[in-house]
């Protein structure tokens, strides 16, 4: 009897408190290191290394990222970076596995989960998206085979760890990537947010400093440079993942394939050139986001000189603060119940109209290509002439900026 009472007080012991016996705080921290651990195999390995090729990593952390996934996720390989692939080929259409433009933010902040394991079914999406992920002997044989074994053996570990904790902890760490990567980035990441880049989606940042989610916050970056391995751009954006990679690429675990173009200006040439025209075309991304705080900019001195006017510029005000908020973006990304009011704006003012259009004219020199080489240097040469005549102090500074680019 004795002994039975003493077995049970033993195993009410072990359920109220572990092998550990750990407190409450260490509890939360266990919890918090694992999620975070998971973050990173995701966006090092999964997202940065498999699906965009960002980074090669030795053979030592992807073993560990496969381990950690399978153990904390169940998630397979090929299945994940078939489906992101898919994402960024059909972004924003009916074809998109996970958006929110195309399926309605609620859904896939709801049921993003469901929503990627439905693609993951998709034997085509597989096949044309799958290529080039692991397919050794211990993909083949157990992280592909055994999916639900993974994440059984984390929580028998975390029960013997914790006690009746355990399944508490185990449970965060099953939803963290649901939650995270499945709602905020593929859910939020494309309706809400600030962007640095008119990206060709509706991708945003999420938040400048990259923590909990391991630099994904940043996806209207990412979106603009998928290939990336850094996903910070501004001084300001902070993405842990990438002190991460540049830890183990000191390390000489990590070789980084590439990072974001970064805009040089040097002296000032007589006239543009091919090699102003390649530096341009490389980073016309930052080239527009620059030009479009120029017009934001403009916008803001007509408000402040409506302003000046009185009662009587009153509705013309109001007009202008919308194109202030709305006139730098690309015309169909401004919201149709807007974009009347913008266009009085830009009507109202010439310099604004100006800028809008030369704008565009700017922009034809990398999405016209029935144009040769030569042709595309004259016209910008044309397109900078056109600007230091123009009288408008923003596109004078611009194009003289345009001539001290080179690549």
Not at 225 to 254: C, H, N, Q
Not at 277 to 291: D, F, H, T, W
Not at 310 to 339: T, Y
Request: hydrophobic share 45%; charged share 20%; net charge positive.
């Amino acid at each position: 009897m004795n002994e039975m009472m003493s077995l049970w007080n033993g195993l009410v012991a072990w359920l109220a408190g572990g092998l550990v016996e750990a407190s409450w705080w260490q509890i939360v921290l266990y919890t918090l290191a694992t999620t975070h651990i998971t973050i990173a195999a995701v966006t090092i390995f999964l997202h940065r290394s498999q699906a965009h090729r960002a980074l090669d990593l030795h053979a030592i952390p992807s073993h560990f990222f496969r381990l950690w996934l399978w153990l904390g996720t169940g998630m397979v390989t090929k299945e994940w970076v078939a489906i992101h692939r898919k994402h960024h080929a059909k972004c924003e259409t009916q074809d998109d596995p996970h958006s929110p433009v195309a399926h309605g933010i609620k859904t896939v902040l709801l049921t993003g989960s469901e929503l990627y394991r439905a693609e993951a079914k998709n034997q085509e999406t597989l096949s044309k998206f799958g290529h080039g992920t692991p397919d050794d002997w211990m993909e083949r044989n157990v992280y592909s085979r055994f999916t639900w074994q993974g994440v059984g053996i984390m929580l028998i570990l975390n029960l013997m760890l914790f006690g009746a904790a355990g399944l508490t902890v185990w449970a965060v760490q099953m939803l963290w990537i649901p939650i995270t990567a499945a709602g905020i980035i593929n859910g939020l990441g494309h309706w809400w947010g600030y962007r640095n880049f008119e990206a060709p989606d509706a991708s945003t940042n999420v938040s400048p400093w990259g923590i909990i989610i391991g630099g994904e916050e940043l996806h209207n970056n990412h979106h603009t440079y998928p290939t990336s391995a850094k996903l910070s751009v501004k001084k300001y954006e902070f993405d842990i993942g990438w002190a991460y990679i540049r830890a183990l690429e000191m390390m000489g675990l990590a070789k980084v394939r590439k990072t974001p173009p970064m805009l040089k200006l040097g002296n000032i040439k007589p006239v543009a050139d091919s090699k102003t025209l390649e530096a341009l075309i490389a980073n016309r991304y930052e080239v527009m986001a620059k030009y479009a705080r120029d017009l934001r900019v403009a916008c803001a001195t007509e408000v402040k000189r409506l302003k000046a006017e009185g009662a009587g510029a009153n509705a013309k005000l109001a007009n202008m603060r919308l194109a202030r908020r709305w006139l730098h973006r690309d015309a169909d990304k401004i919201p149709s119940h807007v974009k009347a009011a913008v266009e009085s704006a830009r009507d109202q003012s010439p310099a604004l109209a100006k800028l809008v259009a030369m704008r565009e004219e700017l922009r034809s020199l990398w999405t016209r290509t029935n144009v040769s080489a030569e042709q595309l240097v004259a016209d910008l040469q044309a397109w900078c002439k056109k600007a230091e005549e123009s009288g408008i102090a923003a596109l004078q500074e611009f194009a003289l900026k345009l001539r001290a680019a080179h690549a």
